[in-house]
């Protein structure tokens, strides 16, 4: 399929990433296209997760499900951040109820068994569903691709899935720092080759989910993870350059309230904030930084009456402030999330008068 995609028509989320003025502030949901929907709950009846994910036609269809329903100001590809493991060579099942599971987990012994040479390549597939999305949106919105960080991988891999502590992932980093870094250093270099591969596919933002950030402090987050972050981003940039392509740099670290300063020096165009953080003071810490904000309702809060929704997205809104800013949830969409919650919360911040 060719490159020669159709005309962008709705830009708000690209010029708030670069500073400039939208016509209204941009609102996406991470996880927009997943388990709140009855589309995507039907679709699932007849198809597997990771089927999902690794048929471009199939990911292309539930990405458009969220922008058909709602005036969104972006898409996400459908996939997920564990497609990496999978391509390293581990088992990756999504189970009912549970979530993700590897039920073969990485160990100091297994660990050289992992399959870096040819891994981009066993991704293709992703790249093939962000080409045909871009094609099937018609330039209605600006498309992201993304990735999970190094440190969140990594938890995955040695846990076997998800956990409440992540302690047998962080005793690697205390127990045996060389190995953790060789382990991060792999994923990082996987990592660039595929994010460099998503926007050859067409990606127009690429977002890095580091959502196991706040199991760390920050010694540990400065040595583990703000290193790989900013290889990450400085590889990224140094494409975009070399071909002459104006990508947005999305860095999500849930939880890492603790280096905000330290995350905006790493090269990325957006930090994106969870909801345990004030706006106030994500202005405060970044007033000298030249950096978009985008978060960070709470999203719980989509529970509440919508009069009450309101109420907080303006607040929230207030505190941000207009400029440099691309409103969001502070983490993914809940899967009983009310629909037409949804639709006051976007109605809400394209109210608002820039």
């Known amino acids: 399929m060719t490159h020669d995609f159709p005309p962008l028509k709705n830009d708000r989320i690209l010029k708030a990433a670069k500073g400039e003025k939208p016509d209204k502030l941009p609102v996406w949901i991470m996880r927009q296209a997943g388990r709140y929907l009855p589309e995507f709950m039907e679709f699932r009846k007849q198809h597997s997760f990771f089927e999902i994910c690794q048929t471009p036609a199939l990911a292309c269809e539930v990405t458009l499900m969220p922008i058909r329903r709602y005036d969104l100001d972006a898409s996400i590809i459908f996939s997920d951040i564990l497609v990496i493991p999978q391509a390293l060579g581990m088992t990756v099942e999504m189970k009912a109820g549970v979530g993700p599971v590897l039920p073969e987990p990485l160990t100091l012994e ?121 290889k990450i981003a400085q590889a990224l940039k140094i494409h975009l350059k070399e071909s002459n392509q104006d990508v947005i740099l999305v860095l999500f670290a849930k939880g890492a309230h603790f280096c905000l300063e330290e995350q905006a020096d790493l090269g990325y165009d957006v930090l994106g904030i969870d ?80």
């Open 110 to 230: 297994n660990m050289d068994s992992l399959k870096k040479e040819g891994a981009v390549s066993r991704l293709k597939y992703v790249g093939e569903a962000i080409t045909l999305t871009r094609h099937r949106l018609d330039g209605k919105v600006p498309l992201f691709g993304f990735s999970g960080a190094p440190w969140t991988l990594m938890g995955y891999m040695i846990e076997g899935g998800g956990s409440k502590t992540l302690s047998k992932a962080k005793k690697w980093l205390y127990a045996h720092p060389n190995e953790s870094h060789r382990l991060l250093s792999l994923l990082t270099d996987v990592i660039i080759d595929y994010l460099i591969m998503q926007i050859e596919a067409g990606a127009q933002l690429i977002q890095v989910f580091d959502s196991s950030a706040e199991y760390l402090n920050k010694r540990l987050y400065e040595i583990f993870c703000l290193p790989y972050l900013k």
């Open 275 to 354: 909801w345990t953080v004030e706006p106030k003071l994500v202005r405060s810490v970044l007033k000298n930084k030249n950096i978009t904000i985008q978060g960070n309702l709470d999203p719980c809060a989509l529970y509440a009456p919508k009069e009450e929704i309101v109420k907080m997205v303006t607040n929230m809104i207030d505190q941000f402030g207009t400029e440099r800013y691309i409103v969001n949830l502070g983490h993914g969409i809940y899967p009983d999330a009310p629909i037409d919650a949804v639709q006051t919360f976007i109605d809400a911040v394209h109210s608002v008068k820039l």
